[in-house]
């Protein structure tokens, strides 16, 4: 188990510390997120040992293009967040306040084993944000790591600095959700604060070993103007580094914002040019087929490295970490050769 992330207050109400909500709570009362509950002046994870389900995803689906590429990943969540986006894109579990959606039960144990078993090269907390999951997701990577898997992480990164370091000392790669490059839009959209999400962002690029890739869901009308695009990829250049995987994915009418049009893959490829123009070097679109948006690029010499359609790798022309053209390393974590998984999605009862 990792270390203690509450404390009792003054007032014998109970402070939860995994996220910047830092919810204080009464006896019985459940934080923002629902899944973290004050019992007897402790917060106890009242999701743990239990999922919404497992399934074996493509690693890219995460999206991961440079984290072993075109490998397995038995992908599982549990229910409830800590952020309340109006344009939930996995409400139904997100936002779920029922137990009957967690009933498959599995041990951190039995997920690596079945994991093992199915030959998967990775395990993702995904579907809801594993923050608030933080004890389930770390046991359960500590047994992934035992038997040689790696660890991956689909996140909106609004963890406190005090939670950062049990949660990704555990975890070999994340996808943070950069939702947008406004404090309006996350306060009136997600509830939540942009600035939390930009340190954590930093924190992983360089405080950890983690490896980073980065998503922005383009949703028309809200965040999907020109400046503050441009204004975004300059951040992640100057701050991180023209390095860093970005995926510009697209939007569909969901939860409570049914009424905006899907993101248009023009829309997308605009947000790319941008971030090329921006300097950022690995820019990808997503959640549309855009071959040139899913191919990854030599950052040096432009030569076609990995071609995709969808999740299905065509060609790959890399040596180990090496363009094969000009020996130019490529950011990211590789294997000697790529996975085979293809598109498949395959749903998995670990039972139990």
Not at 47 to 66: A, Q
Not at 201 to 228: A, R
Not at 271 to 282: E, P, V, W
Request: net charge positive; proline share 4%; glycine share 6%.
């Amino acid at each position: 188990m990792t270390g203690r992330h509450w404390e009792v207050l003054h007032d014998g109400r109970v402070q939860c510390n995994i996220c910047p909500r830092l919810c204080k709570l009464n006896e019985g009362q459940r934080g923002f997120c629902f899944v973290r509950k004050n019992v007897d002046q402790q917060i106890k994870l009242t999701t743990y040992g239990r999922s919404s389900g497992f399934c074996v995803d493509p690693i890219e689906k995460k999206p991961l293009n440079h984290f072993y590429p075109g490998t397995s990943v038995m992908s599982f969540g549990t229910a409830g967040c800590n952020l309340g986006c109006k344009f939930c894109q996995n409400w139904d579990i997100s936002k779920a306040r029922q137990m009957d959606r967690v009933m498959n039960q599995a041990t951190p144990l039995k997920i690596a084993k079945a994991s093992e078993q199915l030959k998967c090269k990775s395990v993702a907390f995904t579907y809801n944000d594993p923050v608030i999951f933080l004890e389930y997701a770390t046991d359960t990577a500590k047994a992934c790591h035992d038997l040689g898997l790696k660890t991956v992480a689909v996140t909106a990164g609004y963890i406190t600095k005090q939670a950062r370091q049990d949660f990704y000392s555990v975890i070999d790669a994340v996808n943070i959700d950069l939702k947008a490059f406004t404090q309006q839009f996350y306060r009136k959209l997600c509830f939540a604060d942009l600035d939390e999400v930009l340190d954590t962002i930093k924190y992983v690029y360089h405080e950890t070993d983690t490896w980073l890739e980065i998503t922005n869901l383009v949703i028309p009308e809200h965040n999907d103007n020109n400046d503050e695009i441009r204004r975004m990829c300059d951040w992640i250049v100057e701050n991180l580094s023209d390095q860093v995987p970005v995926h510009f994915t697209a939007f569909h009418p969901d939860y409570k914002m049914l009424k905006l049009p899907r993101t248009s893959t023009r829309t997308l490829t605009t947000a790319r040019n941008i971030a090329i123009n921006a300097g950022l070097k690995y820019p990808y679109t997503g959640n549309v087929h855009d071959q040139p948006g899913d191919t990854t690029r030599c950052g040096n010499c432009g030569n076609m490295l990995i071609l995709r359609d969808w999740y299905q790798l065509k060609q790959y022309n890399m040596n180990n970490n090496m363009c094969n053209k000009c020996n130019h390393i490529i950011p990211g974590v590789f294997d000697t050769k790529p996975g085979d998984w293809g598109n498949k999605r395959v749903k998995v009862d670990i039972g139990s």
